[in-house]
């Protein structure tokens, strides 16, 4: 079988300056257990972009939903791209600047009680929006690194992120008391604090609970909102044709090993109780786009089912679900697919 190598550009920050370095990436084969895993294969339904009026470019860093709007952030075209819940084009925005309620670099949005979070790594700040694209407030976190898209809101707009800075690898903010604390995460602590290398993007559950989904390790913890570590799903298993190559990646490249960061997933998303983790597998199609779906019923992570998304010549960087339609950012056209998840989600 033939190992695929991707290379992708990914910011680190070194306190002071940010480095850019380029990021090789091996993807082998994946072979999953038909007794334990439902696999679906799906093929486009639609697209958008690259005609209509709407061309986007390769630099689609996030694709929202909020309520019953689509919103797409464009960082080289500096616009965002708002849809109905047709995907129709209701409007396009341009608030990139320097001035209040204008972001450099979204890299991150959450929808939140029908308000939009933007986390804008330009201005190192959290930009908060109705849902007609008023901005209400910004909010400047106690660590300013270049990692926050990694975060989570609960219903008091306290703010959990992935931090490099602070002494571990989860920071919360009390933004009622504008007071910070260390989110102590057990299993990966002392790694942290020697490295500085474990990176998580964070969620909140449907029973207001943390879920943690390592971008460096496959393993997703889930903590109470004190910090308390309730569970560990480790997919070490799935996904140790990935690790066998990554290991080969630093024996062969021991100076590799302190300074990169290696992605296991292009991106995750949380919906519907769910886990949707993207990843380059190739268990059948080589070079294949494929989303692992975590469960999250009864409080309790498993393994429920691997989507295979049929386009060939493919690379998905983002994805989304809106309206039981699974939206997808082909980075390689430079276009949204579209894909109808009737098939999966019932």
């Known amino acids: 079988m033939t190992s695929i190598y991707y290379f992708e550009i990914l910011r680190m920050h070194n306190f002071t300056t940010l480095l850019s370095l380029a990021v090789i990436t091996i993807f082998y084969g994946c072979q999953l257990d038909d007794k334990k895993v439902n696999k679906f294969e799906l093929n486009p339904s639609g697209s958008i972009g690259n005609g209509d009026s709407i061309y986007f470019s390769d630099d689609v860093w996030e694709i929202i939903s909020n309520i019953d709007k689509l919103t797409v952030f464009d960082n080289k075209t500096q616009k965002a791209y708002w849809f109905n819940k047709n995907l129709e084009l209701e409007k396009v925005v341009n608030k990139y600047g320097k001035g209040p309620g204008e972001y450099l670099l979204v890299y991150q949005a959450v929808s939140k009680n029908g308000y939009l979070i933007l986390a804008d790594e330009g ?170 779906v975590i469960s999250d019923d009864n409080s309790s992570l498993s393994i429920d089912s691997n989507i295979d998304l049929l386009l060939e010549g493919a690379y998905f960087k983002r994805i989304c679900i809106f309206n039981d339609k699974l939206i997808a950012f082909d980075r390689a056209a430079a276009e949204l697919i579209v894909f109808d998840l009737n098939k999966v989600l019932y």
């Open 123 to 292: 201005k190192k700040q959290f930009h908060i929006f109705n849902d007609n694209g008023d901005w209400i407030s910004s909010l400047t976190p106690p660590y300013r690194d270049n990692f926050l898209n990694n975060f989570a809101v609960d219903d008091s707009f306290n703010f959990y992120f992935s931090s490099r800075l602070g002494d571990s690898p989860i920071v919360k903010i009390d933004t009622l008391s504008n007071s910070h604390k260390d989110f102590i995460v057990c299993s990966d602590l002392e790694d942290f604090k020697k490295n500085h290398l474990n990176k998580y993007r964070v969620f909140l559950s449907k029973d207001d609970q943390l879920l943690a989904v390592g971008v460096s390790k496959p393993v997703i913890n889930r903590f109470r909102l004190n910090g308390d570590l309730i569970e560990t799903l480790d997919l070490s298993d799935f996904f140790k044709f990935r690790t066998e190559r990554k290991e080969q990646l630093f024996d062969e490249n021991p100076h590799l090993r302190k300074r990169m960061e290696f992605a296991y997933f292009n991106d995750v998303i949380y919906h519907d109780n769910k886990l949707y983790l993207l990843y380059i597998g190739d268990y059948e199609i080589p070079n294949s786009n494929q989303i692992l």
